[in-house]
């Protein structure tokens, strides 16, 4: 299995519930980073965590990361249907190796609010 | 952060034929990446593309078939060269900016080949 896998796989909700999705990941990482994607467009940078936080809140964002566990959470609290898109998260590796700089992404979630 | 732009934002193209993206930057990064998403998955890097050196290219990516320019420190081109239906992808440009010692990545709007 992949670095960054996601669960679930599709959550779908109403307007004004919150959405709780899922990160795990196998290797040590520098920082682990979310991002949307909608409709088959860009992505856009939602929050970076580093590895030595375990909290960040941007808005009505949420993230946490457990290093022990090698796994983060996204909370979207108050949602909308505007948040309805596809979200990864991506990991960083540390620094000396090889895969410094890289981002190794996840599967996503695809997310649908419904109004 | 940093502001990205794609050119072209889509192309349908021949098999055969090769496409050259485009990526531009609105201040000078030392790297900048280039990811493929295939329909229905996540993404995959396809090379990193640090001004003044030879792009570097993971597993399964050749620079035959994705060769890539970076002539200064604000642009980027990828090439997808002699194109097959299953190059059909969307190609995303990435920059790394960076706060402390944690590379914070930034995308472009991506591009969108189809090819027939």
């Known amino acids: 299995s992949q670095q960054g896998e996601e669960d679930p796989q599709a959550l779908s909700i109403q307007e004004g519930e919150n959405a709780t999705m899922n990160c795990s990941y196998k290797t040590s990482i520098n920082n682990l980073q979310w991002y949307r994607q909608n409709s088959g467009r860009g992505l856009v940078h939602l929050i970076l965590i580093r590895s030595n936080e375990r909290e960040k809140h941007s808005g009505r964002l949420r993230v946490t990361l457990d290093t022990s566990k090698k796994s983060s959470s996204l909370l979207i609290t108050a949602s909308r249907a505007a948040d309805t898109a596809s979200y990864f998260c991506?990991?960083?590796?540390?620094?000396?190796?090889?895969?410094?700089?890289?981002?190794?992404f996840g599967q996503g979630t695809i997310l649908t609010v419904h109004p | 952060s940093a502001v990205i732009s794609q050119k072209p934002s889509r192309d349908i193209c021949q098999r055969g034929t090769s496409l050259t993206i485009q990526c531009q930057v609105d201040?000078?990064?030392?790297?900048m990446f280039w990811y493929r998403q295939q329909p229905g998955q996540s993404l995959t890097l396809i090379a990193t593309a640090n001004q003044g050196s030879e792009a570097t290219y993971e597993s399964g990516f050749v620079i035959d078939k994705f060769p890539i320019s970076r002539p200064n420190l604000t642009f980027s081109t990828l090439t997808v060269s002699n194109m097959s239906p299953e190059d059909s992808s969307i190609y995303l440009c990435s920059v790394e900016v960076w706060d402390s010692r944690y590379n914070e990545q930034f995308f472009g709007p991506g591009t969108r080949l189809t090819v027939l």
């Open positions: 991506a990991t960083g590796a540390n620094a000396g190796g090889t895969s410094y700089g890289k981002l190794t």
């Open positions: 201040s000078q990064v030392t790297m």
